[in-house]
């Protein structure tokens, strides 16, 4: 068993639509990190979380320590939103990737 | 302020030809983090360094690779006698001193590497 998760592995979505993407884990960690990798291939930090919850503009990041479980979300989707979404925590001074959520907004 | 530059973008080696991706983290970051992104799979961490030290490199294959972070100039990923399964994109990612993985990452765009 993968010691990330993430739900769904695919998402299509209708510009405008609220958008979660989810992440679980199963080992005490010390940070987590959401990543985006667009359709070219690179890849953009977005937030990283130890604790709470983080807003960048129509992102939103959300974790809880007790139940292993990060939440991203994305307000008023739109079609340049169409990329990867890839979950990685840190725990063991080691980095362990979900396998991402690849998602599509349609206009 | 340039952010982390990657190259080559591309690289073709034929295999058993030796390859090597170079890494400049964004100016003032003395961390560097390469992953691994084989075809359709997810990233994998391969090696942590700081400037003329490898902190962690648990994820690095333990033949043919080696990386580098030298006092002068960029992280290297060298990779010898390559093989078809060393085709995939590698990531360089850098952080600021005393933060290591739960500082900000910054990525490169990656390179690209495909073996004949």
């Known amino acids: 068993k993968n010691e990330v998760e993430q739900s769904p592995q695919n998402l299509t979505a209708q510009e405008g639509e609220f958008i979660t993407i989810n992440c679980s884990y199963s080992v005490g960690i010390s940070a987590l990190h959401w990543l985006q990798q667009h359709p070219g291939g690179g890849i953009v930090s977005l937030f990283m979380l130890s604790s709470g919850k983080k807003k960048h503009g129509r992102l939103i990041a959300t974790i809880n320590i007790q139940e292993k479980h990060s939440s991203l979300h994305i307000t008023a989707s739109h079609p340049r939103d169409s990329a990867v979404y890839i979950c990685a925590v840190i725990f063991n001074n080691d980095m362990r990737f979900g396998a991402g959520t690849r998602l599509t907004v349609k206009p | 302020n340039a952010g982390v530059m990657q190259n080559p973008r591309h690289l073709v080696r034929r295999r058993g030809q030796e390859a090597r991706l170079r890494c400049s983290p964004m100016k003032g970051h003395s961390h560097v983090y390469w992953y691994r992104q084989l075809p359709e799979e997810g990233l994998k961490f391969m090696v942590y360094?700081?400037?003329?030290?490898?902190?962690?490199e648990s994820g690095m294959p333990k033949e043919r690779f080696s990386a580098e972070f030298p006092k002068e100039g960029p992280s290297i990923l060298r990779i010898q006698q390559v093989v078809r399964g060393d085709s995939a994109a590698y990531f360089c990612a850098s952080s600021l001193p005393g933060q290591g993985f739960t500082g900000e990452l910054f990525f490169g765009e990656g390179s690209r590497l495909t073996v004949l």
């Open positions: 360094l700081q400037k003329e030290n490898i902190i962690d």
